[in-house]
């Protein structure tokens, strides 16, 4: 299936251009900057394949050698793909960004999520200082128990070695008052991290310009 075959709402181009870049998936931002795919695989499938079988990180560190000599990629592809890492590595060293507060967790999600005219649930992963190590957002829609499960909120934080993590998500009204729901997500979340060794350290409802603490639901 090639990528115009997919619905517009589901082609990476689109949705970059819809609900951000900071919403898709690698393997969408990957077929991005890949343009298209080859006669056997449209470049989504093809930039699955490429995350599958070498990872981000392996992708990052291969020549343009190494790169031509997977299938589906050519020159093109591989200059594209090392010139995109090579600036991100040409960036400056970001600022380490601690957590010690609702309101340092708050000021770290808002610019992130709280513009958003969805409702998104982001997990930040922190060090044992709540040094952050980075973030994902897992998932888009109404917030509830069965949408945000507990394998996908700690996938990234194991992943990345994470003391603990807290969680935030947008409430596209303006208004930050926890639903129930929120609050059982809470509760759901912080009995899973128990299991896993995991703290979830907070849980915000953020906007752009305030937010407030979810307590987790008795």
Sequence with gaps: MRIKDLLVRERPRERLYTVGAASLSEAELLAILLRNGSRKENALVLAQ???????????SRASVQELCGIDGIGLAKASQVIAAFELVRRLPRREIVKITSAADAAAYCQPLIGHLEQEHFLVVW??????????????????????????EVFRGALKANASSVL??????????????EDEEVTRVLRESGKLLGVQVLDHLVVVKDKYSKVTPAC
Aim: no cysteine.
């Design 49 to 59: 394949r490429l995350l599958a079988e070498h990872s981000l990180e392996g992708l």
């Design 126 to 151: 922190l060090d044992v200082r709540n040094q952050v190590l980075g973030h994902e957002i897992i998932t888009k829609g109404l917030v509830d128990s069965s949408l945000v499960h507990p394998r």
């Design 167 to 180: 969680v935030a998500h947008n409430h596209p009204s303006g208004d930050v008052s926890p639903s129930p």
